[in-house]
């Protein structure tokens, strides 16, 4: 190359460490005022969709951005701001960790508050722990992040999914001995935690699933897997799918005539984003597990928790879907922190907001479904140990029975 | 029996939304001989638009061709603001404003619209003809509305003046010029045809995918193999190549491989017939000359 | 002077990362993976004229390949980089073999369906105890060796500069040579190229594989670098923002590598402090910005500054440096 180049790379080299190396200046500087800074503000970091494949959640960090803003207004937790710094990761694993390992060493984060997606909490994981750094509700559902004995720097939020599949399984059991079973997933992990619980669930009764089609997220429809799932004759279908392919599920498995009992996962049980698109008189019957409450369900236009949250999302959050049930788990995650937050007191350092974290008692956002509560321990790193079966009934989710332990 | 009618007339189905978005390929290709990876973005931006007036209150069909009408403008204006000064550059500069495109749009349309499925509605009738459930008239009106596109489109570059321009301008810009051909305005043409193709393809497309900023991404690559397997240069080509891939892969995925790698087998199969026909199934074959 | 960029390049890039923090300079290796991966893909693309839009797939055999080396058959981190590149040599001539065959738009439909393709493969059951499905493998940093006091990213940079300059020396003495000169006359004019009596598809393919192997190298190096590999990191944008960094940083140019490694890997992140409504809107519009001001790519700009900066002091010295004129390939070549 001609040498012209060297010294033009040259001269871009000393920009960047000059460059570089005075932003760690200026972060150095807040480090040694630490003590001052930490005393009137808390920094959650957190990564998140912005763009990319999954930016239908990027919702959840900006509608957390707006609670946290309105938290400080109204005078922050213990007299103290929080200062919430979420960054753009594009679902990518290798920005995941580039971005939080700014987030941890220049910005001196206190914890990672629902950074988003497995493959991404899979990346940061062992960083973190290194670090002994909270990844503190991780938005995703894969079972792993209750493992306080490996990884005790790592807590999820979402039911998991394999707990989910295996409530499916032991009501099948018991109230469809005779079923035979198909399920649509998506080929990931979060498809087959389902189906792993789904088995478990069934124990003995495993044999019952006939037929199994998988759908990648590339895929423009699923009307082949589901036209493959009638043909084994199976009399119950259930559909683990992300909200559009629900959709198309639905919709495309009433048109060609197949009626079986359905059971439809809880990330896609949106009354708004999926069942209206897929049609309300199609989605009758359908079986789901809930845990929260879903904003676009009519039965709940009076219920106090869901009217702060609508007022809050007209006053505060104006560009976010009032339909969209990501804003509702969104709210009740960033209320979860809060709580988290408090019970830290004076103490607001990583540690004890990992030991905080894992002693909730008892903890009732309101927007949970009644009944629902958040319990944590040490060793028990599960938010919601309690489901609600309901089945839609062409309006609204009825809940119908017990709430269920999903041990 | 019946599973097998199913999956190849859902192949059939899926094969017409690949079709339809692979004649808008065609079509760009035919005037400037360069494949848009933008264009599945802009028929989705057309969607949002379709969608918008008819949420505006505005009737279905007023609707669809405005949507069409504002959309050719909307090509012809991209040309002329965007790619025009690239138009004499090499062509991966080309083809990177194509990605940025394609990227903006996107970016914008989520940011406009929010992520989250809206419906789109069809404007045939609900009810299947003679009651049955194989194939709805939505699938039907897509194989109909197609049809008379190529039929079109064939008549068009066949017997129309213009349309002879275009492709002349296409293949030898210089000589067009010579002939007296407004190359600069065929260029402009062909992206309003293009983008008014891929407008008509999104609102097909829309009521059986959902109308989502991501709707096309999937769509993209199938569409790319149908115009390429039928031969690019050829209308009637790319709509034969969406069904052949719709079909092949549905019955491959259901009877020999198994769902998980349906996309990568249909692939392999396609890139194999292309290697032994470089010019796609209908494709003219080009001699090089030195 | 000019005798003397070289060194003082490389010297000032091994006083770097003492100068940053430790996350800075994790970023910088990730620009030198980068770079490598992206002059792989030059090979192809800018020297030999086909086009890859899956380039991500063979980033992603290398990454691999060292992950479940290291997690499965425990072979050190460093011993792995070179076996990542002769897996990759592999996969790429098998895939350069048909894919010779194809021409502009047929290729890039086949290295399209392999950039999306791959990441599917990487979940199938059959293979997933290897790659360990969308969990993806997890992998520690390496120390580093000899009681040296370096931190561990401080050791894996240098590590990776050592690689980068090995490979940057080699690409430069091939495309010197014999080799490099089939490779550019076949695509300035194949027809011609194969009257001369150059085995066309030998070479092509023969380009493919020596361009995986880059990429694969890179691969490697970055996923020891991030500590993780899943199927997620090897996204079709993946490959799009290689086909970007190529010719934002200068198609047929070597340091147009390093240009354009910096502006992926610190573009995006500019764009998303900028928006978060829509920060790719925000790098797509930086990306046409780039190709409108720079349409050779950033090495081609700064030549074209370099040139007339010295055609304006040296007025009367002939133009010697009309012999480091770098070509760009034609119109018709994607």
Redesign the interface.
Known sequence: ??????????V???F??LG??RK?QGSGGDNAKGASLSASTIKIGQTMP????A??Y??I??LQTAYFKKINEAGGINGKKIEFL???D??????A??QV??LV??DNALAIFQPL????N??I???LNEKKIPQLFAATG?S?WNDPANYPYTIGFNINYVDEGRTYGKYIAEKQPTAKIAILYQ????G?DYLKGLKDGLGEKAKLIVAE?????????V???I??L??SGADTFVNVTT??FA??AIRRAY???WKPTEYLNNVSASV???L??AGLDKSVGLVTIAYYKDPTDKQWDDDAGMKEWREFMTKEYPEG?L??GTNVYAYIAAQTLVQVLKQCGDQMTPENVMKQAANLKDFAPALLLPGIKINTGPKDYVLFDQLQLARFDGKSWVPFGQLMSVM | METLLHQILSGLAAGGIYGSLALALVMIFQATHLVNFAQGELAMCSTYLAWSLIHAGCPYWLAFLATVGISFVAGALIERCVIRPVENKPALAVVLVFIGLMLILNSVAGWIFGYTVKTFPSPFPDHPLFGNTYIGNHELGIIAVMALMVALLYLFFRYTTLGLAMRAAAVNPDSSRLCGIRVGRMLALGWGLAAALGAVAGMLIAPIVFLDPSMMSGVLLYAFAAALLGGIDSPGGAVVGGFLVGVVENVMGAYVIGTELKLTVALILIVGVLVMRPAGLFGKVVVTRV | MRKLALPALLVSACVLPFLVSDYRVFQLTLVIVHAIALLGLNLLTGYSGQISLGHGAFYAIGAYTAAILIDHFHVPYWATVPLAGIVCLGAGILFGLPAGRLENLYLALATFALGVSLPQILKYRHVEPWTGGVQGVTLTKPEAPLGLPLSRDQWLYYFSLAVMVVLFAGAWNLLRGHTGRAIVAIRDNPIAAAAAGIDVARYKSLTFGVSAMYTGIAGALGGIAVQFVGPDSFSFFLSLSLLVGIVVGGLSTISGAIYGALFIQFVPNIAGDISKAAPLAIYGVLLIAVVYVMPSGIAGAVNDVARRMRAFGRTTEARSSSKHRENQPGRNHA
Do not use: F
Not at chain 1, 213 to 221: C, H, I, K, L, R
């Open positions: 190359m001609p040498k012209s180049s060297h010294w033009t790379l040259l871009v080299m000393t960047l460490a570089c190396s760690e912005y763009s990319g494949p930016s239908a990027g919702t960090g900006k979420t960054v753009d594009g679902y990518s694993p290798p920005k960790v580039e390992r700014k060493e220049q997606g497995t493959p991404s899979a990346a994981r062992k960083y894969a792993q080929n990931d992990d979060y087959k089609a998988t759908y990648e997220v590339s895929d423009p429809t009307d082949s897997q036209a493959t009638k043909g909200p559009k959709a198309q048109d060609i005539g708004g984003s999926v209206t698109p879907g339909s969209d």
